[in-house]
């Protein structure tokens, strides 16, 4: 009789049971109408290196749902995918560009660091797919999606069409945050804010033909331009 091993090896035990699965098919979305349909779109991981741990706590539950839901006789489907995450991937990119080559997205032009954009979405793309499928999540692999996909690029234009269409969408003056490293705007999600020491000045004004003044207090922060407020990604 052969010996239990005194340590679990995950390696020499799930990807087998993982590609039996794969194989089985155990893990598609099918219609049926004797069924009731039970689904999950995954929030897409960014494409901008690996999955962190708050990436495994929500696949997990996302997976016991699944799970839970086709044990109960439910048509489940978890439906996968990545996102293209613009900026974040950029700024990857970028900083890979300037440590390993010293150069920078001018240096190399629009369309040539496209492509190196598409290659990095490909390297780490795949990288946390094979990651998830490591932690033997039970998803519809046959039908994941990106976010740059024509399919569903095609959706985000018709729906940004309709909300514009409803007056939900409307061109505006608005302060915004601006990285002067990307050259691009930022939402407030991608900014860290930061205290910087500043003066609060008071103007006089002399009123004509009178010994009074006007007093007009206003705080300068230091920034350049004095009154735009800017932000920084890196």
């Known amino acids: 009789m052969k010996e239990l091993p005194k340590t679990y090896d995950p390696k020499a035990v799930e990807k087998k049971i993982y590609d039996l699965w794969m194989k089985g098919g155990y893990f598609k979305g099918k219609i049926d109408p004797d069924k009731k349909p039970f689904s999950i779109v995954m929030p897409p991981p960014n494409v901008t290196g690996q999955l962190h741990m708050g990436h495994a706590l929500d696949a997990t539950l996302q997976d016991i749902l699944t799970r839970y839901k086709r044990m109960q006789g439910y048509s489940a489907l978890w439906l996968p995918g990545v996102d293209h995450a613009g900026i974040a991937t950029q700024i990857k990119v970028e900083e890979v560009l300037r440590k390993e080559e010293g150069k920078t997205r ?58 514009y269409d409803k007056g939900l969408i409307y061109k505006g003056s608005r302060i915004i945050n601006w990285c002067p490293h990307c050259r691009t705007a930022l939402s407030d999600a991608e900014v860290e804010y930061k205290d910087i020491p500043g003066s609060f000045w008071h103007i006089r004004y002399p009123i004509e033909n009178s010994d009074e003044e006007f007093i007009i207090a206003t705080r300068c922060c230091g920034q350049p331009r004095g009154r735009a407020l800017y932000a920084s990604c890196r």
């Not at 190196?116 to 990651?131: A, M, T």
């Open 106 to 163: 001018y240096d190399l032009g629009r369309d040539k660091f496209l492509e190196r954009v598409w290659d990095w979405k490909r390297q780490y793309g795949d990288r946390i797919v094979e990651q998830q499928k490591s932690m033997g999540v039970s998803c519809d692999w046959d039908r994941s999606r990106f976010t740059m996909d024509e399919t569903c690029a095609k959706a985000v234009r018709e729906t940004f069409c309709e909300l």
